[in-house]
């Protein structure tokens, strides 16, 4: 016998009480957490000492919220929601700003500014790698983006390899998946941490007397990668990732057996390697 009758009817009234109690909840638990913050100051003084960012610390955070989530809404909203909030604590921190290279265009690097760091950070867009990296030598705790890219006319990296200069500290997005809403390749430079740093991919400035094809895949095979600056004599500046567990002899050998010589390899910063997410 055919069951016919109707299902219960909605209360949406209901419905609603529930999503106004955990949205009150939500805002409380942000007011808890300030309070957190607030003690942490005390203890920590970052608002006196310089920058509060721990990338390595954030992005295990991360990978934890990726491990828990589920239902409808989009990884992207809590990425998102969770980069806002956590930008605007360290903040609160430690007040800073965030000078941005727009060489290559703004719009994309606007919105990478925008969705890891908010809107309550200061976003200073600025013309050129070196000047996002004078910017942040002269602050007290000022982060530089600049993009990752694969070539370069110039090596402005160069800037980073005195002891006491800012160094590469992450790289943006953590989360790499398709169709990422700020996908652009970003590193993050700040004045040199004292704690918190991850050594997945160690960052290295390195100048060599000839480049080629040959050695771009060499370095695929060790699982690092360059941006290259070349000069006028055939020459180039690099921009060395290299995974944490290649030693840099080992990656200076195999590039020494194709004839390539690495006359300079300075360390310029390192960083967490990005964390893969497949759909689901």
């Known amino acids: 016998m055919t069951d016919t009758s109707t299902p219960p009817p909605v209360d949406l009234a209901a419905l609603r009480v529930d999503i106004d109690r955990i949205d009150e909840a939500m805002h409380r638990l942000l007011i808890e957490r300030s309070r957190i913050i607030d003690r942490l100051i005390a203890v920590k003084r970052t608002e006196k000492s310089g920058s509060a960012f721990r990338p390595a610390r954030e992005a295990d955070m991360m990978r934890r919220i990726v491990q828990r989530h589920e239902g409808l809404l989009p990884l992207d909203t809590v990425e998102g929601i969770w980069r806002v909030i956590i930008s605007t604590f360290t903040y609160v921190q430690a ?11 703004e719009a994309a690097m606007r919105d990478s500014v925008r969705f890891h760091f908010g809107f309550t950070v200061p976003y200073k867009p600025a013309l050129d790698p070196r000047t996002v990296i004078a910017a942040v030598a002269t602050s007290r705790g000022d982060l530089g983006l600049v993009r990752a890219a694969q070539a370069s006319g110039d090596a402005w990296w160069r800037a980073l390899e ?50 080629s094809r040959d050695a771009t895949e060499i370095l695929a095979q060790r699982g690092a990668e360059a941006a290259v600056a070349f000069d006028a004599l055939g020459g180039a500046d690099l ?35 990005p964390h893969v997410v497949t759909p689901a």
């Open 239 to 273: 921009l060395l990732s290299v995974r944490g567990e290649v030693a840099p002899e080992a990656l200076i050998a195999d590039l020494r057996t194709d004839g390539i010589e690495i006359t300079r390899m300075l360390p310029v910063g390192s960083h967490t390697a």
């Open 95 to 105: 007040p800073y700003a965030v000078h941005a290279d727009i060489s290559a265009g």
């Open 162 to 211: 005195a002891p006491g200069a800012p160094k590469i500290i992450a790289r943006l997005p953590f989360l790499d998946r398709a169709d990422h809403p700020a996908a652009l390749p970003v590193y993050v430079v700040a004045k040199p941490l004292s704690e918190a740093t991850s050594t997945d991919v160690n960052v290295y400035s390195a100048r060599v007397s000839l480049w």
